[in-house]
């Protein structure tokens, strides 16, 4: 939720503490319940991934474009569109990557995989987020664009071995989210059938069935259903987003 002024920032925040601990039970997180407060920024999401071996030689992953729920409607920032590669030059994504390597080496990284969030400002490349993981969805994204394995170079490097970083790019692909517009009880989901008709279809992975109850993500709800897409030319695969998202009519009550 963004706050623009000190009162609904006070009025947030008591929101969430009469529910968060319940929230934590119900996802069975075994930490205490916390609350991030961060500076809200403008521009535009990426990701990119990297492994870092012992040494602290770091090798970076392609780079992800995101588009978030809030740029479709949603008042949340869940990542509804993933696509790689990134429409990106090579001067921006060099900054990017000395962006990501500063913050590698600030939090000590090593032996590790990385995942790291950036906005791209006017004022240059700002850091949303890193962890010592890889990013959702990365395995099947760089699987399809790239023709590589990053789930064994996650276990190459840790294991002290150079990972397998393919340059010739195959294609497009993009991760996609789909949320109800409204919370309540599922009752019924249109265009699946059509969506998995689509060229550039891969695979679906369906979270709700009928009678769940669905959340915003920001409320600690998941995704009604995400699908994984390819397509050779970039042109095409966007126009399969559009019609997934002609297609899809989720409804709740």
């Known amino acids: 939720t963004i706050c623009y002024h000190r009162d609904e920032l006070e009025s947030t925040l008591k929101t969430i503490l009469k529910t968060m601990e319940q929230k934590y039970k119900d996802s069975n997180f075994l930490h205490d319940p916390q609350i991030l407060v961060e500076h809200f920024m403008e521009g535009d999401q990426y990701s990119i991934d990297a492994y ?54 600030a939090l000590g990284l090593r032996n590790t995989s990385v995942h790291i969030e950036l906005f791209r400002t006017e004022d240059g490349w700002k850091i949303i987020e890193a962890g010592a993981r890889v990013g959702g969805f990365r395995h099947m994204l760089y699987e399809f664009s790239f023709g590589m394995n990053h789930t064994v170079n996650d276990i190459l490097n840790k294991a002290g071995k150079k990972p397998v970083i393919p340059k010739k790019q195959l294609g497009h692909s993009v991760a996609m989210k789909f949320y109800a517009k409204k919370e309540g009880k599922l009752v019924k989901i249109n265009g699946i059938k059509k969506v998995q008709d689509l060229q550039s279809f891969k695979r679906i992975y369906i979270n709700k ?25 970039r042109s095409n695969l966007l126009a399969d987003i559009r019609r997934i998202e002609q297609m899809i009519e989720i409804e709740t009550e």
């Open 209 to 233: 069935k009928i009678g769940d109850n669905c959340k915003f993500a920001n409320h600690g709800g998941t995704s009604v259903f995400n699908v994984i897409m390819f397509n050779k030319e």
């Open 52 to 105: 870092v071996d012992s040494v602290g030689k770091i090798f970076f992953c392609p780079m992800v474009y995101i588009k978030t729920g809030k740029s479709i409607g949603f008042d949340d920032f869940f990542g509804y569109i993933q696509m790689t590669p990134a429409q990106l030059n090579t001067n921006s994504q060099t900054e990017a990557q000395q962006s990501a390597t500063e913050t590698i080496y």
